[in-house]
Every structure is written in C-alpha cells, then in structure tokens.
C-alpha cells in the first residue's frame, strides 16, 4: 500500500529524531536513549546480587519491565519509521534491539521453579542492550569500517598464522617426548599457540634444548605478529576518518556509513 504525503512526513520525521545524529532532536534522543540502555543494564547487574535482590526484586522488577516496554515502543517506532522494516529487522543492531526485549517477554511464559535456569540465562541476554551504544558514537561507526575494510588482510594474517602454530606444533612434537605434556600434535599446536602470542600458561613447558631454542624462536615471533593486525586497521581507520563519513542514515534501509556528499544511498539505492 502506498502511504499519502502525511505519513511519509510522519514517517520522515519519526526517522530524523531516531536514526540522525545531527539534528537537535536526534542529538536529544541519542542521549537520553543511551542513559535509558545504561540504567536498564545497571538494574540488571543490580539484580544479579543476592542480597540486593532479596531487598529490592520488586522494585528491580518493575524498572525491567519499564525499560523493557521503553525499548519495545522505540523498536516498534525504528520499524515504522524506514521504507524497509525488513532490512532493519534483520540488520545487525535489529537483531540486537530484538534480543534486548525478548526475554523478559520470554520469562513472562516461564513462571514455574523448573525453568528458574532457563530465565537466568535468557536473563543474561538483556546485557545486549549495552551493544546498542555503539550506534550511537560516530568514532565507532569508523571503527567497524576500518575493521570491514581490514577483515580480508585480517583473515590472510590468521591463515598464515595458523599455518605457522601447524607447523611449530608437529615440530615441538618431534623434538619432545611425552613425558614432557607433548603428547599428540593437537596438544603440541595448543602449546605453540599459547607461545606465539605470548600468553605462556606454563601448565607445558619444552625441555630439551633444541625445543627451549624453538620456543624462543616462537617467542620472539609473537611480538612481531601482534604488531601486524594493529598496523593493518590503523591504516584502515587512517583512511576511514580521510573519507568523512556522514551520520546520515538512510530513510529506506537504515544503513549508515554515507560520504558526506552522497545524495543516495550506497546500500539501496534511494535518495538520501
């Protein structure tokens, strides 16, 4: 069905004070939506406390229900106010508003002392509201760029590095004995793993002198493999922050990561 010119300016209006950052209204929003996700997510870890709860559940209770229909009517509104619903639903922080609302609906059905467990752990996915944040700092919009941008050099560098842990691994496994906790090569692979970056757990150790040799060789190496993800998304943020993304979002799809410039959306296709 075709909406009218009034509720596509309802629509617009609705999008402009919940998606853009860069409007009075929007600003107004961001704000107190992120102090709304910070008090939910407090009353949760407030709820977590034995002795707290015992004293206050009721009260805690009632702030997780206030904050849970708060979050559902802005989902509902985020909905309304795309040309899209879909592409929002099932968007990354679609999926997050989701789960920051779903269980305590989902506790609702289980009352009963059996499923106590089951509403503890879908409990714990109400800490998913805090992911919610991150939508709303224009440094971390570039920061996910950076890292989409750097995610192919990134999986090269992990390819390579386990290919490396493979073969440092079957070679500890050589040179030791058993006795020594290299008992298979899964196990020696785990060893150099925790060599090569430098954790060192220390429950196996090599102890003839050529393996100590290699584990220094390993050693050595992890500091110079650390520095390469680091390096790699540097230069990724470097030109993330050159290209001067807009906080735009689009009206149809949502999606946000515009140049500053841009008239339609890279996503989509509508006008921005």
């Given at each position: 069905?075709?909406e009218?010119?009034?509720?596509?300016?309802?629509?617009?209006?609705?999008h402009?004070?919940?998606f853009?950052?860069d409007?009075?209204?929007?600003?107004?929003f961001?704000?107190?939506?992120?102090?709304?996700?910070?008090t939910?997510?407090?009353?949760?870890?407030?709820?977590s406390?034995?002795?707290?709860?015992e004293?206050y559940?009721q009260?805690?209770?009632a702030?997780e229900?206030?904050?849970t229909?708060?979050?559902?009517?802005?989902?509902l509104?985020?909905l309304?106010?795309?040309?899209?619903?879909t592409?929002?639903?099932?968007?990354?922080?679609?999926?997050v508003?989701?789960l920051?609302?779903?269980?305590?609906?989902?506790?609702?059905?289980?009352?009963?002392a059996?499923?106590l467990?089951v509403?503890?752990?879908l409990?714990v996915?109400?800490?998913?509201?805090?992911?919610?944040?991150?939508?709303?700092l224009g440094e971390?919009?570039?920061?996910?760029?950076?890292l989409?941008?750097s995610m192919r050099?990134i999986?090269?560098?992990?390819?390579t590095?386990?290919?490396l842990?493979?073969?440092?691994?079957?070679?500890?496994?050589?040179?030791?004995?058993?006795?020594?906790?290299?008992?298979?090569?899964?196990?020696?692979?785990?060893?150099?793993i925790?060599?090569?970056t430098?954790?060192g757990?220390?429950d196996i150790s090599p102890q003839?002198?050529l393996?100590?040799?290699?584990?220094?060789v390993i050693m050595?190496?992890?500091y110079?493999?650390?520095?390469v993800p680091?390096?790699?998304?540097?230069?990724?943020?470097?030109?993330a922050?050159?290209?001067q993304?807009?906080?735009?979002a689009?009206?149809?799809?949502?999606?946000?990561?515009?140049d500053k410039?841009?008239?339609?959306?890279?996503?989509?296709?509508?006008?921005l």
């Amino acid at each position: 069905m075709k909406e009218n010119g009034t509720q596509r300016r309802w629509r617009l209006k609705v999008h402009e004070v919940i998606f853009e950052a860069d409007t009075p209204a929007g600003k107004w929003f961001d704000v107190l939506l992120i102090l709304a996700i910070l008090t939910s997510v407090l009353l949760v870890m407030l709820d977590s406390v034995s002795s707290i709860q015992e004293m206050y559940g009721q009260v805690l209770l009632a702030g997780e229900w206030f904050f849970t229909i708060l979050f559902t009517v802005e989902y509902l509104l985020r909905l309304l106010s795309v040309g899209r619903p879909t592409a929002y639903a099932t968007s990354f922080f679609g999926v997050v508003d989701l789960l920051a609302i779903l269980p305590t609906y989902l506790s609702y059905f289980f009352p009963g002392a059996q499923y106590l467990l089951v509403i503890r752990i879908l409990r714990v996915l109400r800490i998913f509201r805090i992911l919610k944040l991150v939508q709303y700092l224009g440094e971390a919009r570039l920061l996910i760029q950076a890292l989409r941008a750097s995610m192919r050099k990134i999986i090269v560098f992990l390819f390579t590095v386990l290919t490396l842990v493979t073969i440092f691994g079957a070679l500890i496994y050589l040179i030791e004995e058993p006795k020594h906790g290299f008992t298979s090569i899964p196990k020696s692979i785990y060893w150099s793993i925790v060599t090569l970056t430098t954790v060192g757990y220390g429950d196996i150790s090599p102890q003839t002198i050529l393996g100590q040799l290699l584990s220094s060789v390993i050693m050595i190496l992890g500091y110079g493999i650390i520095a390469v993800p680091t390096g790699i998304v540097t230069v990724e943020l470097a030109q993330a922050f050159k290209r001067q993304i807009s906080t735009q979002a689009c009206p149809e799809c949502s999606a946000e990561g515009h140049d500053k410039d841009a008239k339609f959306c890279k996503y989509c296709g509508s006008r921005l």
